[in-house]
């Protein structure tokens, strides 16, 4: 029998798909860009905005005989035993494979923010912990495992990373970015990229694009950025993604910006996305987003018209269920209100990726021989690590950490005890979990005070819970003031509970009006430092509060940003000194809970000044963290006089750090750019390069930036991306306030224009003396 073309894998996939197309009717064509949430909860408390109202009905034994696009979260959706899953996902595949005339399968996705969104597997640090890091080589093996394990179920697409830049900590969703700086975000979300699809598991960006600077905070609220900051700011991280990570798929913002949803913006989806930067993968509706354009943006009076619009723009999955992307539209090309050369154009893009995946070929089979074990040894590890460098030192004024190991200790605070104060709102038992109260966390996650315990056998170690995380009751103060005055030292753990629209005070819908710890927590933290007992601050949150209350009062000020499940131990590692603190912060920490929007990417206007009696100058500066040893910084490379180089040349700019304590330690230089003067306003700083360095007591290493004029581009008044003549600053600093050395550039020649092959990433070099 001979094979048809589409089934040769000897054939580009190209011509596969063009055979295939050839072959298949309009609704088998339109099957392919939807898919289907089997299992979906149509009552009580939903994992997606308005999934209630949006979730529409199916007959499943019907509906796959047209084929199918994408199953959606077979394991994220209720608890199921992984090598369960993995059958029934097998089943499922071979149900719709053989209901079908062609006998595809359809794409299977699942959530992975922050590790693989099902019961039983690794939860690793958030993304925020990743940008504390600093260390993209570590989060890209992170990606590598949690693809690995994707993959052992059958999963093809995974649903992250999350490139949003931090503009308002007050987002409920802060804690699922990596910063507020569009280099960080880049540079660690596309190791995160190459990490995943190293693995064979499609990356999907999001929120493709502006979702973090939501007006006010507010989830899904419109975005009013300017065409500047969405260009030098919101857009970059994607773009680094796409090209340095190979990310094979886009997902459509919620937002609006200007009043053009992202789901039904031509400019954004096709114009920018495809023909500028050149993208050929898929992109993928947000859940409900495509429905969301008739009924909470108004932009189209029914499915019908939504589908148009956001087929039109680019749009290829509807996901997570079929509503706008089957029957309407399929009626709505039969009557000839949309073009059916739309449909094909999309339904090309998913069958290349299928293709790409081998759900194309006659030999797939859904069945896989692989073992199964999404918690293992292995992942802890990584977690474990990934955990311990993302811990951020703020403040250790006198040297009261290490705690010493006989101590007398009052553990006080409600985030102590409780496992769930690792984990941020996509893991599994924060997201899911909290519908199945019967259902064990299915993870081993010990609390801080276990890990304490555990770290420190000599110590005697006691605890009061003080209060609740987000009720204003005061009722358990007074045991928690007897317990530390009873103590030598006090370890006061607050911070966030993880939850989904409005059940938690971190997570998607969890937004704020300013940046104050939830509940009674500053209170008590003022009852704490009442007693005279020295007490060491250990904030465990998804974004960062504002300390200013307390500066000057506290022995010393910890930062976990949700660690994941290896957390406690971690932390519990820097209290006691097992683990020397190298996170740095990827936000800032502010003064006053109020005063925001506010980051560090501010131009002159946004600093503070004498015309204002509100200074916006965070407590804890953006790349800030210390160390328990100490670092010099020798043998800087500058010059005394400016260096001219040309507007498309490069610069090298080094220096010597040696570690000048007595114990091993990894310090973060950080690379700044500086323009005193250029035809737009610019960031007073902004981060284009850095690099982790781990030293042996008394080792140095020599570190080299290699600066090329890329880097200082940015979009002119006209909308172009120019690297203009004149004064640069390369400013080499321990955080974005704290300036070591500086090397003073003068570009010369004309106006360049920065196009889409330009650099992106400051190249660094070490060596080992």
Not at 233 to 239: I, R
Not at 357 to 364: A, R, V
Not at 415 to 437: E, K
Not at 751 to 766: D, K, N
Request: aromatic share 6%; proline share 7%.
């Amino acid at each position: 029998m001979t094979t048809a073309p589409w089934r040769d894998p000897a054939l580009p996939a190209a011509a596969r798909v063009d055979d295939l197309l050839s072959r298949m009717t309009l609704e088998e064509k339109a099957a392919q860009l939807y898919g289907v949430w089997v299992g979906a909860d149509t009552d009580g408390e939903g994992v997606a905005p308005h999934q209630h109202d949006m979730t529409a009905d199916y007959d499943w034994d019907e509906l796959i005989t047209r084929g199918l696009g994408q199953l959606t979260r077979s394991f994220g959706t209720a608890p199921v035993d992984p090598a369960l899953g993995a059958q029934a996902l097998a089943r499922a595949q071979r149900r719709i494979a053989d209901a079908g005339r062609f006998g595809i399968p359809a794409v299977a996705h699942e959530e992975c923010l922050a590790g693989f969104t099902t019961w039983g597997a690794t939860a690793y640090p958030v993304p925020l912990a990743w940008g504390a890091s600093f260390d993209p080589p570590l989060v890209e093996e992170v990606g590598r495992h949690i693809g690995r394990d994707l993959r052992s179920v059958g999963v093809h697409q995974g649903l992250a990373p999350v490139l949003d830049v931090v503009r308002d900590a007050r987002w409920g969703r802060v804690e699922e970015t990596i910063g507020e700086d569009p280099y960080l975000v880049g540079t660690v979300g596309a190791a995160y990229v190459r990490g995943l699809e190293s693995a064979g598991v499609v990356a999907t960006l999001k929120h493709f694009a502006g979702y973090a600077s939501s007006a006010g905070a507010r989830n899904l609220a419109p975005v009013r950025a300017g065409v500047r900051e969405f260009a030098d700011v919101t857009l970059p991280p994607f773009e680094m993604a796409l090209r340095e990570g190979g990310a094979r798929s886009v997902m459509a913002a919620y937002t609006e910006t200007d009043g053009i949803p992202a789901s039904a913006d031509p400019v954004l989806l096709t114009e920018l996305l495809r023909e500028e930067w050149g993208f050929t993968g898929t992109v993928v509706a947000d859940y409900f987003g495509i429905g969301f354009l008739e009924t909470l943006h108004r932009v189209a009076g029914s499915t019908a018209e939504a589908a148009h619009l956001a087929l039109a723009a680019g749009l290829d999955v509807e996901l997570p269920t079929l509503k706008c992307y089957a029957e309407p539209l399929v009626e709505a090309v039969r009557a000839g209100r949309v073009p059916e050369a739309l449909v094909d154009r999309a339904a090309r893009r998913v069958l290349e990726q299928k293709c790409e995946l081998g759900l194309l070929d006659e030999d797939w089979r859904p069945e896989s021989s692989e073992r199964i074990d999404l918690d293992s040894a292995a992942n802890r590890l990584l977690a474990r690590r990934l955990a311990e460098e993302s811990v951020v030192l703020l403040d250790n004024p006198d040297g009261l950490l290490p705690l010493s190991p006989d101590t007398r200790i009052a553990v006080v605070g409600p985030r102590a005890a409780d496992a769930l104060a690792m984990l941020g709102c996509y893991s599994f038992p924060s997201h899911v979990l909290p519908h199945h109260p019967e259902v064990p966390l299915g993870i081993e996650i010990p609390t801080l005070l276990e890990s304490l315990r555990t770290e420190l056998p000599d110590a005697k170690v006691t605890f009061a819970e003080g209060c609740a995380v987000s009720d204003p009751d005061t009722s358990g103060f007074e045991e928690a003031v007897a317990r530390t005055a009873e103590a030598d030292v006090c370890v006061a753990v607050l911070g966030d509970r993880a939850g989904l629209f409005g059940r938690g005070t971190s997570g998607e819908g969890c937004d704020v009006t300013e940046l104050r710890l939830p509940g009674a927590q500053s209170e008590l933290l003022d009852a704490l430092i009442s007693t005279g007992v020295p007490v060491v601050l250990v904030l465990l949150t998804g974004r960062p509060y504002a300390l200013g209350r307390w500066h000057g009062r506290l022995g010393a000020v910890v930062q976990a940003f949700f660690p994941g499940e290896e957390g406690g131990p971690a932390v519990a590692g820097v209290l006691s000194g097992r683990v020397n603190p190298s996170g740095r912060l990827p936000v800032s920490v502010p003064q006053v809970p109020g005063g925001q929007p506010w980051t560090y990417l501010q131009p002159p206007l946004g600093l503070a000044d004498a015309v204002s009696n509100l200074d916006p100058t965070p407590l804890y500066a953006f790349g800030h963290g210390r160390s328990y040893t100490t670092f010099a910084w020798e043998d800087f490379s500058g010059g005394a006089e400016p260096a001219e180089i040309a507007t498309d040349g490069s610069y090298d700019v080094s220096l010597t750090v040696r570690n000048t304590g007595d114990r091993a330690g990894a310090e973060v230089v950080q690379l700044y750019l500086h323009d005193p003067v250029a035809s737009v306003t610019r960031p007073d700083v902004r981060l284009i390069g850095y690099q982790r360095v781990e030293l042996a007591p008394g080792e140095s290493a020599r570190v080299t930036f290699h600066f090329h004029t890329d880097l200082s581009a940015f979009t002119d008044r006209t909308g172009r991306r120019v690297v203009e003549p004149g004064a640069l600053e390369l400013r080499l600093g321990a955080s974005s306030a704290e300036t070591r050395h500086v090397a003073r550039l003068d570009l010369t020649g004309p106006v360049r224009e920065a196009g889409a092959e330009r650099r992106l990433r400051c190249e660094t070099a070490v060596a080992r003396a």
